[in-house]
Nanobody, 125 residues
């Protein structure tokens, strides 16, 4: 079982950048796909980005991005550091939300683990 903890949120002006971190503890982190999700006030949770596992080292890492963040957000992983990152550039006020990471089934981004506290991202206009 892998436990994940999010960090890196904050208050930034529109057009700014943040890098969120998702630190993992537990075994075999590289075997898990990881997804970033967000929940804005009064809205349902939505998937933002997903990165595949690296259990098969011969296969390249695959990524998925929701349309609203395509080209502005980049998800990456560092298995040696047991971490997944979400680089967010050109942030917009509508990106304000609590961001969460979770292990997922890559095919449909179905969350597999328990949810952490998340990290708050606030983008001012």
């Amino acid at each position: 079982q892998v436990q994940l903890v999010e960090s890196g949120g904050g208050l930034v002006p529109a057009g700014g950048s943040l890098r969120l971190s998702c630190a993992a503890s537990g075994r075999d982190f590289s075997n898990y796909a990881v997804g970033w999700f967000r929940q804005a006030p009064g809205k349902e949770s939505e998937v933002v980005a997903v990165i595949s596992s690296t259990v098969l080292s011969s296969k390249p890492v695959n990524t998925y991005y929701a349309d609203p963040v395509q080209g502005r957000f980049t998800v990456s992983r560092d298995n040696a550091a047991n971490a997944v990152y979400l680089q967010m550039n050109n942030l917009k006020p509508e990106n304000t939300a609590v961001y969460y990471c979770n292990t997922v089934a890559y095919r449909d981004a179905l969350p597999l683990g328990s949810w952490g506290q998340g990290t708050q991202v606030t983008v001012s206009s």
